[in-house]
């Protein structure tokens, strides 16, 4: 894992110290709310319904234990003792007082964490596959870019003020755990035939009021060109984007205003005229990636008994396993997600105990490495198979054992009208519902990879336009009316799901979505998942198994 | 005569700017002025030509590349932010001072507050107008918070990577 040297340990320093200056001014009354307000969302600080919020950047979503345990310190200190994991692989204290939040930022700078650029007309957290440096899959390790773009795009002077949000994901994997092509860059290493490493580069992509899935600008750009590229698109994107209309700033605006070879042409023009000189040297891109060079790995065998025997003997670790447990690179290696969907839970939420035991978990049997899934899950990316009982017996006497991941109780829900000020309608119920009514762990695994992504507004934080079920929380004449979509994808096979129909009451959700899984499971042929079914079969049988009923 | 904030070396010294800026309604008066790009196309020759020394207004909307050719002549380009957010004004910057080796004052005028100090040193601003009273010493305070900085930019700071490789 990158660690912090002096310079990054200072700049970290400065920037605390700066908000801690801003943040007295404001309590001294020298400052309005007004004024403090882009201050203080310049440092990941929002005034939220009942309290301040603050979101803490997870850096390409990965953690060691000292910084999870740190985060537990700070739930447990200043907030009410859990924290939530955001689908930017962030994590959100949502009671949090103004007065400690110099504290808090100080605390965070002692584990190398920060809240920098988790809000705000800037370049956010970059995002990256969770599963790097564990999974055979991958190209080259993306974290070695993510932690590039991370220094480079933190308190960009040009580009701190853009028309709107910027939100870039990288992966080097053919299977997406990124949602590359709903970012504004998603970038996805690739070799070219010579062997260059490089990265295709995908623009555009966005959900929010108007979702698109990115357009590729470019099939390869070499990998040592990527800043001086990156500045060509925010260049360009800083100068055209739209500034008067908050819902049409994002860059996917002017992706699709220019047509995504024009936008291209534009991009390259400016990137010639910008040259090298803004790109890293090699021997900076060498610093970095040495830093995520491989953990070191005993060699074992590819079959360990004590875990045979365990699945053999253990019928709930055999389910976990099942949906939980993925193949690692090496040998006698398996990558461990840790669902956050415990039924009846709000989704993302881990308490501080929770948070302490997956510490002491990743450093004794995970390498000290944790990561953060855009799906709100975390992991244990390098667990030795002769552990993984001892893992999983630990994860469940925390209630971290459930064995539901991609399966339809593996819910994605933003904080909704539970907490955020912009939310129409709740969120958070509305997948405790849907999660207790598909409690049974043999039908969820009969029903297999389903993925409901709930919204409780049209600003989209709860990735609905790409949940194979979406849902989004709608105010009709002050009451709380969901919308069904169905078919979107935000991964490999990223699509914008379809509207099934009128807006349904709160209390007609979950049980449409059971009518909704039983015209699949009638109707699904051979190996096809949800989506599958729904793509070859089009909305009208979901659609009328659903409304037929409220007649 | 309105004052302004200067940047020279990694200092903030508060000055009198000796120049009128000039909206397009109002008639030019004698001496040094700032006008629209609009005014400068239409009138820019006459005034130089006068002898003073004229300054150019760019909105965030306009373009830098239509004043490039005239530069050399120019001894101020005042940058407009409409607003703090509007970040338009770090490229205009950026492009006068990196891509077209301007040598001028580069001034940052309307919604300029000192939270943004250390951006616009960093792209190449000497000049400040700001609209929340900073003084010069809050204005260096600011402008100087960070030891470091990640990029390169037109102010020429070596960035980490190169601190590093020192």
């Given amino acids: 894992m990158y660690r912090y040297d002096t310079l990054d340990k200072e700049f970290l320093a400065d920037r605390t110290a700066e908000f801690r200056e801003q943040t007295a001014r404001r309590l001294a009354g020298e400052i309005t709310e007004d004024q403090f307000k882009p201050i203080r969302l310049m440092n990941g600080l929002y005034l939220q319904l009942h309290a301040y919020m603050l979101r803490v950047a997870i850096p390409y979503g990965s953690l060691d234990s000292r910084q999870l345990r740190k985060l537990a310190w700070i739930a447990r200190t200043y907030d009410k003792g859990y924290g939530h994991f955001t689908t930017r692989t962030n994590l959100q204290f949502h009671w949090i007082k103004l007065a400690d939040t110099p504290d808090i930022l100080d605390a965070l700078a002692s584990v190398d964490m920060h809240a920098i650029q988790t809000s705000g007309n800037c370049i956010r957290n970059v995002t990256a596959d969770p599963f790097a440096g564990a999974t055979a899959e991958e190209i080259d390790d993306p974290r070695v870019w993510s932690e590039a773009m991370r220094q480079w795009s933190s308190l960009h002077p040009e580009f701190s003020f853009l028309p709107r949000k910027f939100k870039i994901a990288v992966t080097a994997a053919p299977q997406d755990r990124t949602a590359a092509k709903v970012h504004d860059i998603g970038l996805v290493i690739k070799r070219a035939r010579d062997g260059a490493l490089g990265f295709e580069v995908m623009v555009g992509g966005g959900l929010g009021r108007t979702p698109y899935i990115g357009s590729t600008i470019r099939e390869f750009l070499p990998a040592s060109r990527l800043v001086s590229y990156l500045e060509a698109i925010l260049r360009v994107y800083n100068r055209h984007g739209r500034r008067d209309n908050i819902y049409k700033a994002r860059i996917k605006i002017l992706v699709a205003a220019l047509g995504a070879e024009e936008f291209a042409r534009q991009v390259e023009e400016e990137w010639e005229k910008i040259g090298t000189a803004s790109d890293l040297p090699d021997t900076e891109l060498a610093r970095i990636r040495a830093a995520f060079a491989p953990a070191v790995f005993e060699t074992l065998p590819a079959r360990s008994e004590a875990f045979e025997v365990a699945k053999a003997s253990n019928p709930a670790f055999a389910r976990f396993v099942r949906n939980n447990v993925k193949p690692h690179k090496k040998a006698g290696y398996a990558i461990v997600e840790v669902s956050l969907k415990a039924i009846g839970e709000t989704p993302g939420d881990a308490s501080a105990d929770q948070m302490e035991v997956v510490a002491d978990l990743a450093e004794r049997y995970g390498q000290d490495d944790i990561r953060v899934t855009h799906e709100q899950n975390l992991v244990l990316p390098h667990v030795k198979l002769d552990d993984l009982a001892t893992v999983h017996a630990g994860l469940a006497a925390a209630g971290l054992a459930t064995p539901n991941i991609n399966l339809i109780s593996d819910i994605i829900a933003c904080p909704g009208l539970d907490y955020c000020a912009l939310a129409n309608a709740r969120a958070i119920p509305v997948a405790q519902h849907i999660a207790e009514k598909f409690a049974d762990q043999d039908r969820a695994e009969t029903i297999g990879e389903l993925k409901i992504k709930i919204s409780g507004c049209i600003n989209a934080c709860g990735h609905h336009h790409v949940g194979h079920i979406g849902i989004l929380g709608v105010d009709k004449k002050g009451e709380e009316f969901y919308q069904l979509t169905l078919g979107g994808s935000g991964a490999e096979d990223a699509a914008v799901g379809q509207i099934l129909g009128p807006a349904l009451p709160a209390n007609r959700v979950a049980e449409s979505v059971d009518t909704l899984v039983e015209v699949y499971l009638r109707e699904r042929g051979e190996g096809e998942r949800f989506l599958d079914t729904f793509r070859r079969l089009g909305v009208a049988p979901f659609k009328e198994a659903v409304y037929a009923e409220a007649h | ?166």
């Fill in chain 2, 1 to 166: 005569m309105p004052k302004l904030i200067r940047w020279r070396d990694g200092d903030a010294v508060l000055d009198d700017s000796a120049f009128t800026a000039v909206a397009d309604e109002d008639d030019v008066p004698a001496g040094d002025v700032i006008i629209s790009l609009s005014r400068f196309q239409s009138e820019g020759e006459r005034l130089l030509s006068e002898g003073r020394a004229v300054g150019v207004r760019l909105e965030a909307s306009e373009n830098v590349e239509d004043l490039v050719y005239d530069l050399p002549r120019i001894a101020v380009v005042a940058v407009a932010f409409p607003k703090f957010r509007d970040g338009r004004g770090y490229t205009t910057a950026d492009l006068l001072r990196a891509r077209y080796g301007y040598r001028g004052e580069v001034r940052a005028v309307g919604d300029v507050l000192r939270e943004q100090a250390g951006f616009m040193v960093r792209v190449g601003f000497d000049a400040f107008e700001p609209a929340d009273g900073a003084t010069p010493e809050q204005w260096r305070h600011a402008a100087n918070r960070h030891r470091h900085v990640y990029q390169r930019a037109a102010d020429g700071r070596a960035p980490a990577f190169a601190e590093r490789g020192e």
